[in-house]
Each structure stands twice: as structure tokens, then as C-alpha cells.
């Protein structure tokens, strides 16, 4: 969305650096994320996400460290202040989205006052891999 840029861009981080502290703040595992698992995440080659984390660690929004159990992975972390700007930027798309829902309120009862269907939610969070509602492919022709 484009008021989470704008947003994130007013804090002084670029996108990607915005996209990287919600990963590494969402990373469900109880080890903290490493490089390549932010890599992974963020569908970048690793130098490039090691790049994106020594911006973030020169800034102090970051820290990176050894793992006690493998000197191998490089931990990473959150700091207070990249805590403190993801919530600032969090709370500021909120309160986007909350002062946007008068206009898309206003939109579906215009489009109902149009007796136009309305997009049906459900229907959307279906499996995208269910094919069976998909119109059959037409058989190939054999040449002779």
C-alpha cells in the first residue's frame, strides 16, 4: 500500500529496510532469524540481504550477533528503536486504513444502490490451487 511506503519513507527507512524489521520482528521460530532465512523471506540473494542488515545495524535498529550454539549462524534482533519505529509506522497505517473505511463503506453501498454484484470475500479465500471450478481445458487435436 502505498501509504505504508510513505510511511515507512517519513522514518527514514527505505521499503525493503521497513519489510525487513517486520520479518525479523514476525519470525515464528524461538531462534531468532539469520540471513539467509531473511533472504528466504524477503525473496532477495544473500548479499543482498546482508546489505539491507548492515544498513540496519549501522543505524541501530538492528543487532546482529553470534548463535551461543552455533558460531556459524549470525543471529539477528530487534533494538528498542527498531521496535519502537515499526510500532510508530504500524500505528500511523492504522490509523490510514481506519480513516480509509468511510470511503470503501460509501463504495459498497453505492455499488449495492446499483443492484451490481458486490465481490463476494468468501468466494476469494478459497484454495488458489482448486482448479475444480475452472473451465475444462479443450482436448488437443491429434495431426495426422
Known sequence: MAFSETGSR??????????????????????????????????VKNHSALGLVDRLVERELLKRAPSPLDRRRVELTLTDLGRRKLETISRNNLGQLQSSLPVFTDLMHALEQLELPTPDLKALEGDPQDTSSAPARRARRKTP
Open 10 to 43: 517519513d522514518l527514514g527507512l527505505t521499503p525493503q529496510q521497513h519489510q525487513a524489521l517486520l520479518a525479523i520482528r514476525a519470525h515464528p521460530d524461538s531462534a531468532p532469524m539469520t540471513v539467509s532465512e531473511l533472504a528466504r523471506v524477503l525473496l
